[in-house]
């Protein structure tokens, strides 16, 4: 499994200001968050997290279950960050990454959808959007899964503190 903060580092972090938790902290941004906290309305005591989860060892193994330790992680790190998954506008996003479409992996992939509806029905959340890239492109592909966890934080007072004294 390698890093994801060559992925995290291609976009800007700090786009007009408005981050409060960059996805990657510390000197050199070599420590990577559990999420990411973004102010879009500056002024304001709100904010949006994001928060991913993704390792496609758990779908070779088990895609079933893999989904749902995905959504379980995604939910884990909002958590992490100071979200509650009990309250609040919480939703998943799904992003399939499939090898070529034979009849094994599509097998699996429906496996793993299945995995998405379990997960999202025992947290009583909802997939709001989703990505499927099923390709014959890349026939080395291994079966991918990333979940996203996305919602409004009501209250960045802590977060704004710390990012204000440098130390977010």
């Not at 060559?6 to 070599?30: F, K």
């Amino acid at each position: 499994m390698s890093s994801r903060k060559p992925i995290a580092q291609q976009y800007d972090q700090s786009v007009q200001g408005n981050v409060v938790l960059a996805p990657y902290t510390v000197v050199g941004y070599e420590c990577p968050n559990y999420a990411a906290v973004l102010r879009p309305i500056p002024g304001k005591p709100y904010g949006a997290v994001f928060s991913h989860a993704v390792n496609p060892i758990w779908n070779q193994i088990d895609p079933y279950w893999g989904a749902i330790m995905t959504v379980v992680q995604a939910l884990a790190r909002y958590a992490a960050v100071g979200g509650n998954v009990a309250e609040g506008e919480l939703a998943l996003i799904d992003n399939f990454i499939w090898p070529v479409p034979d009849e094994e992996e599509l097998g699996a992939l429906d496996q793993s959808v299945d995995g998405c509806v379990k997960g999202a029905d025992t947290f009583r959340l909802a997939f709001v959007s989703g990505k499927d890239s099923l390709s014959g492109t890349y026939k080395s592909l291994v079966q991918t899964l990333k979940n996203s966890a996305r919602a409004q934080h009501l209250c960045l007072r802590s977060y704004t503190r710390r990012h204000e004294n440098g130390n977010g």
